[in-house]
């Protein structure tokens, strides 16, 4: 889970300036001010110019023929003295020269003239054709879209049977059967349209079929909004970058089109009468025909040829500033390398490896045997900082967090969304995908495999490479992400997916091992083994959970990495799975980080609770404490958002205000604006996470410290049965939890 | 930009740029000289026309690869520890989905373009006699090379919607 933008820009009134409000309709096409786009503008603003007042500017008539300079002439072959033939001679285009730039075609007429001349006529056409497609497009796919039923059917079939003639065929033939196509440049772009207009249309009956049914739309019909008003000021300005970007398209497709009629010599040349008009084709067709490219004329057919190419390339590059606008994953990518250039990052982002930029050296695997104390850490996360983006603009997700992982146990880590919890957890995996970037930290890994050899002794995550890190992945730390739908891949059967993990990490396991392992996994997580022949469409939810999980602990690893598990499942099921892992957990031994909003589940699952807020840990203690006495205001508050189901009766506090923005967050405590026992002091300085009450439990909180007014809630006495589960634990074999239960 | 490619290959004079083959030194059949003479005329052409179309793919597939790699079964693709390149092809199997069904388009465009490319080599293509028919007013010829165009779109547009239920197996369901 990356940071929920929505979360970030919906800010507790009163908070900074430079947030913009956000308005889920009427996205104004405000195009990312790349480079790229800039000089996509830029070339189209000269061609714009050129197109304008190319005709004025043009040194000569692109008509007129030079007599004056026209002095070669050259023998045609088989004619002249002894031939028989009266002598015959062809003229030869001058090379460029001062007084002609690009030189002359063989009519002796001034190539850069013809050249500025042609630029009107060709983009007059792109864009007439382009605007009359994108009228048709737009009238026929949204209303086709927005109306449905058989007016959709109907206009969708006329759109089909458009798209599936082959369009350029189908132009020429017409261009060919009107005979004054040639001479009218509006009839040739009205050709063009009617053959173009199609594949925009659909684009835009798809788009606007998922727009009909948005809430926005829905509500303007409640409201008792009329058809045409609806379309106009809900549905359009939402279709604009759409529109705007086939537009382009189509202007680059219509320009080639033009140029290919006009090449095929069906635009009216402009000798023929009635004349038609110069464009690039035309030049391109009068070079191609007198054996321009053989004689070696460049002058003649390579200047139109690159307009067309430089005119191809403003098209585009603005028309990438589009897809990034639609698609904000791509401007994502492209800002995130900029910027890291920028911050001077230079590792390249690879894919799977978030980067690792700290100070402080690390010492890498060290051939240290872990200790034999059952209950010894397993994954000591120190110092853990990271950052989305880079320099000034970088949002702080996860700051200074420091957790212990001990093992066999199961340690929960509570927060709202975007406090970071997912992000701390995968950051320790580096798994986290640009532009995250750890800067601080060290994850300690204390190997000591369950079964299968694995890799022994402490291991610095961070440091380590890139095949020491994947021989850890899964292998001994795997990780179960909230949506099971969206984690298996859709396009491959699960067996083939378990067959993966094997074949990677099990190299020595036949087919047939790693087939009957792939049962034996599902037979533990009660799913029939026919599954293993599904594909991940096929299951339910709480069944593809389960495969999940399966696969989790496919290699016995030694930590799994539970984010949000049953979030998405219905609470019966979301019990069911709960007690498999439990009892999973006890069969196999791994050390469990569980992930959660929902702090109740955790009290009874987890030994030892951390509570996030805003990319910090303010909270740590064993699981009972932690719910019977809080300590923090934070915890206080999500721990009376939830109603208890036995006991007695009280009132529900929840938190006031909102998750906090990250980029703009308060000084001094984080919490502090929404903290009903806020003192001066929180909102001046931060507070840092110190034991409290020796070692089981640590807080950060100013309330606890320098002998400050501890309120009655936050000093409820400790739970005397769960005093000792942090020490470690005696001989039994049971875990902690399963003993205070 | 197809004139360019076609002129310049003229130029160099590596492959024939003219005709479907050596009308002067080979007999048409199936003798060796003449499949050389056929492949090596097919080369600039068909060159020319996969430069001219695989700009768009590429755009499509750079798009949608942005798209996939934000999924999460890639990530746990990753976290599964698996190699960089297995983790690439798990996107780029599902990236490919989109481009496969824009493949029926462009067919159709394939086809299209093949007019200007046939002209531009000489090559006698269907396009070619298009072109040709329609210069000399036969039309029963454009309406033949018509109906020809046709089934060879509807054959493809079949073929890729074949293609597509085998590598995606949600598409077979509906079925």
């Not at chain 1, 299968?452 to 961070?462: A, H, K, N, Q, R």
């Amino acid at each position: 889970m990356t940071i929920n933008s929505t979360s970030l820009s919906t800010v507790s009134p009163g908070a900074g300036p430079s947030v913009e409000p956000v308005f889920h309709r009427a996205r104004i096409l405000r195009l990312p001010r790349s480079p790229q786009v800039l000089v996509g503008l830029g070339i189209l603003a000269v061609f714009g110019v050129v197109a304008i007042v190319g005709r004025w500017i043009a040194p000569y008539s692109p008509n007129a023929t030079d007599e004056k300079n026209w002095v070669q002439h050259v023998l045609v072959p088989g004619t002249g003295p002894g031939t028989g033939f009266p002598a015959n001679y062809y003229p030869l285009p001058l090379p460029p020269s001062a007084a002609h730039w690009l030189g002359t075609t063989v009519f002796a007429q001034d190539a850069w003239s013809q050249l500025l001349a042609s630029t009107q006529a060709t983009l007059f056409v792109g864009l007439l054709a382009a605007a009359i497609a994108t009228v048709l497009s737009v009238l026929i796919g949204v209303t086709a879209g927005y109306l449905g039923g058989a007016a959709d059917e109907g206009l969708s079939l006329v759109a089909n049977v458009f798209l599936a003639i082959p369009g350029l065929p189908l132009l020429i033939v017409i261009a060919d059967y009107v005979p004054s196509a040639g001479s009218s440049i509006v009839l040739v772009a009205a050709i063009i349209a009617v053959t173009t207009w199609a594949y925009t249309a659909r684009t835009l009956r798809a788009q606007t079929l998922s727009l009909r049914n948005r809430d926005f739309v829905e509500a303007a019909r409640v409201s008792g909004e009329g058809r045409s008003r609806i379309i106009l000021v809900e549905v359009l300005p939402n279709l604009i970058p759409i529109v705007a970007a086939s537009f382009l398209f189509t202007t680059l497709s219509a320009v080639g089109a033009y140029i290919v009629i006009a090449f095929l010599g069906l635009a009216g040349a402009p000798t023929s009468s009635p004349p038609g008009l110069w464009n690039w084709g035309e030049m391109l067709r009068e070079g191609f025909a007198n054996n321009a490219v053989r004689s070696g004329w460049w002058w003649w057919w390579a200047p139109p040829g690159l307009f067309i190419a430089l005119l191809g390339t403003g098209l585009a590059l603005l028309n990438f500033g589009i897809d990034e606008f639609i698609n904000p994953r791509l401007r994502a990518a492209g800002l995130s390398r900029k910027a890291a250039r920028k911050a001077g990052v230079s590792r390249r982002p690879k894919f799977g490896m978030t980067p690792v930029v700290r100070g402080r050296p690390t010492g890498g695997k060290r051939a240290v045997r872990p200790s034999d104390d059952p209950a010894a850490p397993v994954l000591e996360i120190r110092g853990l900082s990271v950052d989305y983006g880079y320099g000034d603009d970088a949002v702080h997700a996860v700051v200074d967090c420091s957790l212990t992982l001990r093992r066999g146990r199961v340690l929960g880590l509570a927060g709202e969304s975007g406090s970071g919890k997912t992000t701390l957890a995968l950051a320790a995996l580096r798994l986290l995908r640009a532009p995250a970037l750890i800067t601080a930290g060290q994850v300690l890994f204390h190997s000591k495999p369950i079964s299968e050899d694995g890799p022994v002794g402490t291991i610095d995550l961070l440091a380590a490479g890139e095949d020491d890190l994947r021989a850890v992945r899964w292998s001994e730390i795997a990780v179960v992400l909230q949506s099971s739908l969206s984690a298996l891949n859709p396009v491959i059967t699960i067996g083939a997916q378990f067959d993966d993990l094997f074949r990677v990490h099990r190299p020595h396991l036949s087919a047939m091992e790693r087939r009957a392992r792939s049962v034996e996994l599902f037979d533990m997580v009660g799913i029939s083994a026919e599954r293993l022949r599904s594909y991940p469409h096929e299951l339910s939810g709480g069944m593809r959970q389960r495969a999940m999980i399966a696969m989790a602990i496919a290699l016995e690893p030694q930590v799994i990495i539970l984010d949000e598990p049953t979030t998405a499942l219905d609470v019966v099921t979301q019990r069911e799975i709960i007690e498999e892992l439990i009892g999973l957990r006890d069969r196999i031994g791994f050390a469990t980080l569980f992930i959660t909003h929902d702090l109740s589940l955790l009290v009874e699952l987890a030994d030892e609770i951390d509570v996030m807020y805003a990319g910090r840990l303010m909270e740590r203690a064993p699981a009972a404490s932690l719910f019977r006495a809080p300590r923090l205001p934070y915890t206080h508050g999500l721990l009376h958002c939830f109603p208890p189901l036995h006991g007695p009766r009280i009132a529900m506090e929840g938190i006031p205000g909102s998750p906090p923005d990250l980029h703009d967050l308060p000084s001094g405590c984080p919490f502090n604006p929404r903290c009903r026992w806020a003192m001066p002091k929180c909102r001046q300085e931060l507070p840092r996470m110190e034991p409290l009450n020796g070692d089981a439990r640590e807080v950060a909180c100013w309330l606890h410290r320098d002998g400050a007014m501890v309120p009655a809630e936050l000093a409820l006495p400790e739970p005397a049965t769960m005093q000792g589960s942090v020490s470690p634990p005696g001989p039994s074999a049971r875990p902690p939890h399963e003993v205070g239960r | 930009m197809v004139l360019i490619f076609g002129q310049t290959g003229t130029m160099l004079k590596w492959f024939p740029s003219l005709f479907g083959y050596d009308i002067y030194a080979v007999t048409p059949g199936p003798n060796l000289p003449y499949i050389e003479s056929v492949v090596s005329h097919a080369i600039l052409p068909a060159a020319t026309v996969i430069l001219g179309s695989m700009a768009g793919f590429i755009l499509t597939m750079r798009n949608n690869m942005m798209t996939t790699l934000d999924e999460d079964f890639v990530l746990v693709a990753a976290a599964k520890g698996l190699p960089g390149r297995s983790v690439v092809w798990y996107a780029a199997r599902n990236a490919l989905l989109p481009v496969v069904a824009n493949f029926t388009i462009a067919i159709s465009l394939l086809v299209a373009g093949q007019i200007l490319v046939e002209i531009v080599f000489n090559y006698p293509g269907i396009g070619f006699h298009l072109f040709d028919a329609l210069g000399k007013l036969d039309y029963s010829l454009v309406q033949g090379i018509f109906v020809v165009i046709t089934l060879v779109v509807l054959a493809a547009n079949l073929l890729a919607d074949v293609v597509y239920v085998l590598i995606d197996p949600r598409a077979r369901q509906v079925a």
